[in-house]
């Protein structure tokens, strides 16, 4: 399977709350990313939780981490249509090939007003 | 500047053409990385350089040639390239490869390729 799993869509009503979610293979990785791509765009760097931790909130964003089950997720609260947009889930990776960053393919969110 | 900085954010060019994708970065980083970004694999690692040596080639066609004359600056040559080709090229660098923390990677804006 893939080193990273994300659901590609997820679709909300303006105000509500949205959860991607991210499952991953490898249970050395250190740090956990979240990305957020908008059209035309490159990927810009949202959060990241160290490996330690179980949650980190940052405003409106909130990021869980299950270590035992690989499981991350993101949290937006009170979503905007400024929110739109492709949500990368990532984490870094010793060795091997692909680089040491390892993406999933994302989750692209609507936002409808 | 600031950040990762790319150019030409489009590009047209017929198969025949040669043309070169450049990227630049003002953050201290050593280490510089390809993507190619397309609806089929939406994040493909193509060539990654450390320090200025190239460290990754993902099996990538040699119509595709990279070129890192220092830790700042990264060049993707591009010549007779194909219509399957046409992509987002992104740039991306980290402090150094390998030792990835809290800052991950930092990403251009990317250059919209199209061949025609």
């Known amino acids: 399977g893939e080193d990273v799993e994300q659901s590609l869509f997820l679709s909300v009503r303006e105000g509500d709350s949205s959860v991607i979610n991210c499952t991953y293979t490898?249970?050395?990785?250190?740090?956990l990313y979240w990305y957020k791509q908008e059209p035309g765009a490159g990927l810009q760097l949202l959060t990241y939780?160290?490996?330690?931790?179980d949650m980190k909130q940052d405003q409106r964003l909130t990021v869980l981490l299950n270590k035992k089950d690989k499981h991350l997720s993101l949290r937006i609260a009170d979503t905007q249509t400024g929110d739109s947009a492709i949500y990368f889930c990532?984490?870094?990776?010793?060795?091997?090939?692909?680089?040491?960053?390892?993406f999933g393919k994302g989750t692209k969110l609507s936002v409808k007003p | 500047e600031t950040g990762v900085t790319q150019t030409p954010r489009h590009l047209v060019m017929g198969m025949t053409n040669k043309k070169s994708l450049k990227c630049e970065q003002h953050?201290?980083?050593?280490?510089m990385y390809w993507y190619k970004q397309s609806a089929k694999k939406p994040l493909e690692l193509m060539f990654v350089?450390?320090?200025?040596?190239?460290?990754e080639n993902n099996s990538v066609p040699s119509r595709f040639s990279p070129e890192c004359p220092n830790s700042s600056h990264l060049f993707l040559h591009l010549h007779t390239l194909q219509p399957e080709d046409s992509a987002l090229y992104l740039c991306?660098?980290?402090?150094?490869?390998?030792?990835?923390?809290?800052?991950?990677?930092?990403f251009g804006s990317g250059t919209r390729l199209t061949v025609v």
């Open positions: 991306a660098s980290s402090q150094t490869y390998g030792r990835q923390g809290a800052d991950g990677y930092t």
């Open positions: 490898d249970s050395s990785s250190t740090y």
């Open positions: 939780i160290f490996s330690n931790m």
């Open positions: 990532a984490h870094n990776r010793y060795g091997g090939s692909q680089g040491n960053l390892i």
């Open positions: 953050l201290g980083h050593n280490a």
């Open positions: 350089y450390n320090f200025k040596e190239q460290t």
